[in-house]
């Protein structure tokens, strides 16, 4: 049954061209993507995605881990530079080009997403945002090939939600800064070459004030990271701890070498984040939806196809009409980021729907699917895992809500 669901799924699509994107990047280089490299973009990662990755996502959930000639793909294909600007390497995609890709990723595990998702995202906008030329020069174009692996570390023992809490410390020492503390959940920390670590540099001030992004390399002295830890899902995805003993870090590693404006930079870079994840979780809810379709076309109940039953219609109509409403309120969020419009709230909302919709369809994929849903042997049971924890990074949901309202309720009193 599962080999011919793969088989259904996936006969029609052509082989992979795996040299596509890299001749998109080259064109991509003397000029803004018109709708028809776009389309072309679009269609070499479909094909990527569902020739190359699909098949494996059994065996990375399985083993733990992307192989590494995989990855070498990812990194010719360009993927690591996706919003990478063109001057430093990368393809330098709009957010609305961004999250189109990201859709088409979003059909396959994410975990896949994690090898280059650091660096598209999180892990190199700091630097993109608030770097001053320098660093831009000095890290962008490494973290466009892939060369390096860039990571995002504020979260704490102490400090997730309530992220201007933070403790690890930055003290000014000479021409450098000794960071001392400790990061947690850091995906992609045990492949990092360098991490965006916000560390208070104000021991006065408690507060978000106090706080500095610095670019800290993996191999500065006093930097370890622990081994990667143990998930509900997303096997193949890692995250550790890293830990700050004295940890010397030259002081031309403070982003924009400006002290205080960490947390603005974190908070900007999860703006733009949040949508990404919209973007994925809109994905797998059309790959969960696809699933559920299938299957309630061949499963055969009472006679039929179980598909005929309307409380069956009913479950794959809801999970329709909400990944809609998700695509299109993401498209429609990432076209005003373009526009260069403030969507703080609109980013919040994106991230608070997709990714409590995606929880929802795989809840109804599992439904569809019945017994099979449940049992390891069909990718569903492992996607409703992997989505859980969409609810959970980058801001939980009740995070989204409490930036939404209060972005309403500031607006209202300010006007
Ligand atoms: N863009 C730019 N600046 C922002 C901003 C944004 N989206 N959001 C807040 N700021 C600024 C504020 O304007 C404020 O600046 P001033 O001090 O100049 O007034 C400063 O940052 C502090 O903001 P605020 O007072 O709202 O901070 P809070 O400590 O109340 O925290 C929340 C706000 C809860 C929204 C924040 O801590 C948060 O997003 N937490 C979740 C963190 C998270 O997503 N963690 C996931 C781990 S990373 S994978």
Not at 146 to 174: M, N
């Amino acid at each position: 049954m599962v080999a011919e669901i793969a088989n259904r799924t996936w006969s029609t699509m052509p082989d992979a061209d795996i040299n596509g994107l890299a001749s998109i990047q080259t064109k991509a280089d003397q000029m803004a993507l018109d709708p028809e490299t776009l389309e072309q973009l679009l269609d070499t990662v479909r094909r990527f995605v569902r020739a190359r990755l699909v098949p494996l996502e059994a065996d990375v959930a399985e083993n733990d881990r992307v192989p590494v000639d995989l990855i070498n793909e990812m990194r010719e294909l360009g993927l690591f530079g996706l919003s990478i600007p063109e001057n430093y390497g990368g393809l330098g995609l709009s957010v609305s080009e961004e999250v189109r890709v990201v859709h088409e990723l979003g059909w396959t595990s994410p975990a896949f997403r994690s090898v280059f998702g650091t660096n598209v995202g999180i892990g190199s906008q700091g630097i993109v945002i608030d770097g001053t030329e320098e660093q831009k020069n000095a890290w962008l174009p490494r973290l466009a090939t892939g060369e390096v692996i860039a990571s995002f570390a504020l979260t704490e023992p102490e400090a997730g939600s309530d992220a201007g809490s933070l403790r690890t410390s930055a003290r000014r020492d000479g021409d450098d800064y000794v960071l001392n503390g400790t990061k947690r959940y850091i995906t992609n920390a045990p492949h990092a070459g360098i991490f965006t670590v916000m560390a208070r540099t104000d021991p006065d001030e408690p507060g978000a004030r106090g706080v500095s992004a610095f670019i800290v390399e993996r191999d500065s002295p006093g930097l370890s990271v622990g081994t990667h830890d143990k998930k509900m899902g997303q096997q193949g995805a890692h995250t550790a701890d890293v830990v700050f003993e004295d940890c010397q870090v030259p002081a031309a590693n403070l982003i924009g070498g400006v002290e205080g404006q960490g947390f603005k930079t974190a908070m900007k870079v999860l703006d733009r984040g949040r949508l990404h994840m919209g973007a994925i979780a809109t994905g797998i809810a059309e790959r969960l939806i696809d699933e559920s379709v299938h299957y309630a076309l061949e499963r055969q109940q009472f006679g039929k196809p179980i598909g005929e039953f309307q409380l069956v219609q009913a479950m794959l109509a809801d999970s329709r009409t909400e990944a809609y409403a998700s695509r299109t309120m993401v498209a429609d969020a990432a076209n005003r980021f373009d526009a260069g419009e403030n969507i703080s709230t609109e980013a919040a909302c994106c991230k608070l729907y997709s990714t409590e919709m995606v929880g929802r369809v795989a809840d109804r994929a599992v439904q569809i699917f019945g017994g099979a849903g449940y049992m390891a042997e069909y990718p569903i049971e492992r996607f409703y895992r992997d989505v859980r924890l969409l609810r959970i990074y980058e801001g939980t949901s009740q995070i989204q809500q409490i930036v939404i309202a209060r972005n309403m309720l500031r607006e209202a009193a300010n006007s």
